[in-house]
């Protein structure tokens, strides 16, 4: 008999609606892959994953249109959530809206307590949905913090008599982020507080709140998903999920092969492929000209797409950098964030004007032609849940050189890459040297571009992945674990 399974995917960020970072690439991409799974994967069947965002001041959505109103009980009064729908490529995607949300302006805000007010009224409201649209959702699909509390409360709800049992899975793309104190919100809404074995200090916050309830636990890669279990990724929960191992399943996330594909990317000077591979030179001299460096073919030409942000090791690849004292390469560094990391970069360049290049900005196309124009794409990411440039990065030929950690262990390999191991600056030279050592042996590079071209990184893959937990969440009998509320 054919099975519906009904997933709701909750998460604070989706483009093309609204996108601050990968978060916003992945939970665009992964429910649309999943939906479009071919049925020799999903057999009999049918899959129904609906989409449901914050409504931020500056998300864009045509057409949208006005769905439904209700309202949470809070305290002594009530606030009212407003529902809007859109579709997005066959997806119905719904926003919530709300004086919690209006009144935070940004997606994510400095200020923790605006954040808690907007991503719990946000979390419990999503939560509530399906019921209020007479949809049965099978599945709660929660992406980070931001919308943990909605696993949480959704086994709260489970421990209520006669309730339907829907499953719940908890994506982790960032552990270190997980939310502040949510003592009082949950107090006000209702929301019962467990008696968890998370350690003391976490019982309070919605991403380790989210974890301790999640039926199932998705780091966005498998590397991750082991680092998360040792005290150096692990955030003081790795003794935590290491009791939970059982339920933690990493899984790669993807890229999208469709855009990101040099053959077919108006945003670059020269299409080429895999065999085409010498069609990719004109690209580096037009971005060489482009970013008024001189242009020569035989000096290697380094790049970092990044958030500038310690994660990304901003301040290692400067460091590393700086200790060249004979700079036999060109640099090109684009990205915005922590001024601190944004100005230490201007003062690399202001040293050598001559080889490197500051572009602090978010510039979507000149991203493309820097994949598809440089040489060697460095990532010295402290800790790294995915990553997601370096795949595209060896999408377009220009080969991946990496901290061997999370995803980027994962990814890049060394017959598609260079790795290290140390987050720190002589680690990092050591490998841009050897990396630099070897670029002028045309062969041996082409044969490293190659490699990364090869590989493929569609999102079916994840997505397939996915769809299988789904299945073996919707089919477990396990009974409701029992109710450990404190009072
Ligand atoms: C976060 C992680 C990054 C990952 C992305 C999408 O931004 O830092 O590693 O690729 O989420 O999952």
Redo the contacts with the bound molecule.
């Keep these: 008999m054919a099975e519906t399974i009904n997933v709701l995917f909750l998460a604070a960020e989706a483009d093309p609606f609204i996108k601050v ?3 916003g ?2 939970s665009s991409a992964l429910p649309r892959a999943i939906r479009a799974l071919p049925i020799e994967i999903t057999g009999d069947t049918r899959l129904d994953i609906r989409l449901v965002l914050p409504m931020h001041s500056a998300v864009r959505a045509d057409p949208l249109r006005p769905l439904t109103v209700f309202s949470l009980k809070r305290g002594e009064s009530e606030v009212q959530v407003e529902v809007f729908e859109s579709v997005f490529e066959g997806m119905p995607v719904y926003f919530i809206s709300g004086d919690p949300i209006r009144s935070s302006g940004s997606v994510y805000s400095l200020k923790a307590e605006l954040d808690a007010e907007k991503y719990v009224f946000f979390s419990l409201a999503a939560m509530e949905l399906p019921r209020q649209i007479n949809w049965d959702v099978d599945v709660i699909h929660a992406n980070d913090w931001h919308t943990a509390l909605a696993v949480y409360a959704n086994l709260t709800k489970r421990w209520e008599e006669g309730a339907r049992r829907v499953a719940s899975m908890l994506t982790l ?2 552990l270190p982020f997980m939310g502040p104190d949510i003592s009082e919100l949950l107090k006000s809404y209702g929301v019962p507080l467990a008696q968890t074995d998370l350690p003391e200090w976490a019982r309070v916050m919605p991403l380790p709140l989210g974890l301790w309830a999640a039926d199932a636990i998705t780091p ?1 890669s498998p590397g991750y998903g082991e680092e998360v279990l040792g005290p150096e990724f692990g955030c003081g929960l790795n003794e935590f999920l290491s009791q939970r191992r059982t339920s933690l399943h990493g899984i790669l ?1 993807g890229i999208d092969m469709a855009s990101y594909n040099p053959i077919d990317d108006d945003a670059i000077d020269t299409p080429f492929s895999l065999l085409t591979l010498e069609d990719r030179a004109p690209n580096k001299a037009v971005l060489q000209t482009r970013l008024g460096l001189p242009v020569d073919p035989n000096v290697p030409l380094l790049a970092m797409v990044t958030r500038m942000d310690v ?1 990304k090791g901003v301040d290692i690849a400067i460091k590393a950098l700086q200790s060249f004292k004979n700079m036999t390469f060109q640099v090109v560094i684009l990205g915005t964030g922590d001024p601190v990391l944004e100005q230490a970069a201007r003062e690399l360049q202001a040293a050598h004007p001559e080889n490197i290049r500051i572009e602090t900005r978010f510039d979507a196309q000149l991203a493309r032609q820097i994949y598809a124009g440089s040489d060697l794409f460095l990532m010295p990411s402290r800790y ?5 440039s370096q795949m595209i990065a060896m999408r377009y030929g220009c080969v991946p050189l990496v901290r061997a950690t ?2 980027l262990r994962d990814t890049v390999t060394p017959e598609s890459g260079f790795l290290f191991q140390k987050a720190n600056p002589l680690a990092m030279a050591n490998a841009l040297r050897k990396a630099l050592h070897l670029f002028p042996d045309r062969k041996a590079w082409s044969k490293l571009q190659l490699a990364g071209m090869s590989k493929d990184f569609s999102w079916v893959n994840s997505a397939r992945q996915y769809f299988d937990l789904y299945q073996a969440l919707v089919l477990e009998t396990k009974p409701t674990s029992p109710n450990p509320i404190r009072s």
Excluded: M, R
């Excluded at 790294?384 to 997601?388: A, N, Q």
């Design positions: 970072g990968g978060l690439d992945v793309h960032n966005v996330n994660q790294e849940p995915c990553g997601l999370g995803g």
